[in-house]
Every structure is written in C-alpha cells, then in structure tokens.
C-alpha cells in the first residue's frame, strides 16, 4: 500500500533531512503545546513526539504515515529546550562549553493499516563533546542569531561546528533527525519506499 506522508514539524533542518534520503512528504507541524511527564530523557522525547504525531493523525485520515519528532539536549540528565532570550543562550553555552552532553531526538510514526490504526516510537542519543569556548565567542556566536530556535542553543551544522571536539553517535540525530533509523525502522514495519516517486 502506498502511503502519504506527513511530517509534523516545522524544522527546516528535518525538511531537508527527509528530502537527503528521497522521501516525499509534506509539512503540517503541530500547534499544540507538548509536555512530558516522562521520568527518563529517551521517555521524554519520544512522549513529545507522540503528542505531535497524535495531534496531526487525528485528522490524517486513511493511507497517510504521520512523523513526529522532539529534540532536546540532555547535561547532566536535565533537559536543555530553546533560549527565551540571549542571555539564556548564553548561560546555556556557558554550561555546555568544554564537556560532554547528550542529544536525545525521539521519533513517533502514525499510520493505519486494515482499518487499524498503529503506532511505533523510538529514540537515539548521540554523545557531543564542545571544545573549550572563551566569553567572547560565546557572545559572538549568539551575536549570529543561529542559537535562538535550537535546543541547547546550537545548531551543529552551522557556525557552531567550530567549536565541537567530538560526536560518538549518529550526528543526522543531532542535526534532529536519526534517518537512518527512521528507514530501518519503516522496513520494520513492512513500509518500502518507491523509489522513483519516494512515496511508500
């Protein structure tokens, strides 16, 4: 059976990440605001992506896979979101600076089959090291803007590559989004992708 897909996410970077691995989809991001009560990281994420999927299948209809995603950036096992503000930002890449955290994404897929409505959800965690960073570039970096829309104030594709001594893990996982679990996943499911259209 061949599947529309829907990705409830506004994230350009899980856009792009989607489109690197040929699947065609579209965009509806959730609106919602999400909470966890999940006592663990990985429990967190992958409740967060629940309530985006769940929010969009609801008016999915037949024939469609709806993708949620939740990013959040883990030291010292407490959650690090978006920066309200700069000075947030810069607190939080005070703390970050010369240690290593971890990127947690958790991923919920929602479609139905035979009448039946089914689900599968999972997470993957890659550890970051960030080299040493002075005030300056810290301040500098925000300076930029790049750090206000990302968890834990750094998008590791951009500028802030500069200043990462290390990945151990998937790093698409801490771009936002594991793709290549996400296939493996999908082939689980018996969800094949064509091709030549990357529809499924």
């Given at each position: 059976m061949e599947y529309q897909m829907i990705l409830a996410s506004a994230s350009p970077r899980r856009r792009e990440l989607l489109?690197?691995?040929?699947?065609?989809?579209?965009v509806k991001?959730?609106?919602?605001?999400?909470?966890?009560r999940g006592a663990s990281a990985w429990e967190q994420v992958e409740?967060?992506?629940?309530?985006?999927?769940?929010?969009?299948?609801e008016e999915a209809g037949e024939n469609v896979i709806v993708i949620g995603a939740d990013t959040l950036v883990f030291l010292d096992g407490k959650p690090m979101g978006k920066p309200q503000d700069e000075k947030e930002a810069a607190r939080m890449l005070s703390a970050l600076q010369g240690r290593t955290h971890q990127v947690y994404t958790g991923v919920a897929l929602i479609w139905s089959r035979d009448g039946?409505?089914?689900?599968?959800?999972?997470?993957?965690?890659?550890?970051?090291t960030v080299y040493p960073m002075t005030q300056?570039?810290?301040l500098a970096y925000i300076r930029t803007g790049e750090p206000m829309d990302k968890a834990g104030?750094?998008?590791?594709?951009?500028?802030?590559a500069r200043h990462i001594q290390k990945i151990e893990g998937d790093y698409n996982n801490v771009v936002g989004l594991p793709?290549?679990?996400?296939y493996q996943e999908m082939k689980a499911?018996?969800?094949?992708?064509?091709?030549e259209s990357g529809n499924f």
């Open positions: 489109s690197r691995i040929g699947l065609a989809f579209t991001p959730a609106c919602g605001e999400e909470r966890s409740e967060l992506a629940l309530q985006k999927a769940e929010e969009i299948a039946e409505q089914r689900r599968r959800s999972f997470h993957e965690c890659t550890d970051v300056e570039e810290i104030a750094y998008g590791i594709q951009g500028l802030f793709v290549g679990r996400l499911e018996g969800i094949w992708i064509n091709e």
